[in-house]
Structure formats: C-alpha cells, structure tokens
C-alpha cells in the first residue's frame, strides 16, 4: 500500500503563491506519475498538473504560465508551486500518484486526503 502525505494548503491574497508537497511513502516498487487535482465547491475534480516519468508535464490550460509541478524521484516527493494565485483557485487539492507495489502488481491510483488552498482578500 501507498500513503501520500500532503502539505502547503492555506489562505493567500489574490496574486500571492503557495507550494505545496505530496509525499509518498509505503510499498513502492516504481511512480509512473505523480499529480495534483482539484475540486472547488460545487464543481467536478480537475487535473491541475502531472508529472510522469521522465520529466514530461502536463497542466490544465487555467494554471499553465502559473502553476510549476517537480518532482524529487529519490524522495518520492511532488511539489505544486502555485503563483499569481486568483479567487478561481481556491479548491481542495488532491495529490495523486500512480504507482506499482511491487514488481508483478498492477499500476494502481492512489489519492492523498487533499490540502485547502484558499485565495481571498
């Protein structure tokens, strides 16, 4: 099994940033991606920005020029740096990490328990 652990959520001013952190940890035997979704009241979950192996990305049109994703392999870690936030951020943001247990397991999803991220003056 595979626990992500998130961190950075908070409240910001229109324009300020935010960066937040996804860990994984557990049984991993290789990532093949690692993710940051979101999901503001009342709308439906959205990708905000992937990473896969390799280093290729992947953002959703509204972030792109704002939003950086990385990754740190050798801590299983991602990271969301987040500028020039605006209201229409404020979500929860959910880590997502696609990994393999062990060497003959499946690719599974998992999903961290989300972190708020809330832009307001």
């Known amino acids: 099994q595979v626990q992500l652990v998130e961190s950075g959520g908070g409240l910001v001013q229109p324009g300020g940033s935010l960066r937040l952190s996804c860990a994984a940890s557990?049984?991993?035997?290789?990532?093949?991606?690692m993710g940051w979704y979101r999901q503001a009241p009342g709308k439906q979950r959205e990708l905000v920005a992937a990473i896969i192996s390799g280093g290729r990305t992947n953002y959703a049109e509204s972030v792109k020029g704002r939003f950086t994703i990385s990754r740190d392999n050798a801590k299983n870690t991602a990271y969301l740096q987040m500028n020039n936030l605006e209201p229409e951020d404020t979500a929860v943001y959910y880590c997502?990490?696609?990994?393999?247990?062990?060497?003959?397991?499946?690719?599974?999803?998992?999903w961290g328990k989300g972190t708020l991220a809330t832009v307001s003056s």
């Open positions: 997502n990490v696609n990994a393999k247990a062990t060497i003959t397991a499946y690719a599974t999803d998992y």
């Open positions: 557990g049984n991993i035997f290789s990532i093949y991606s």
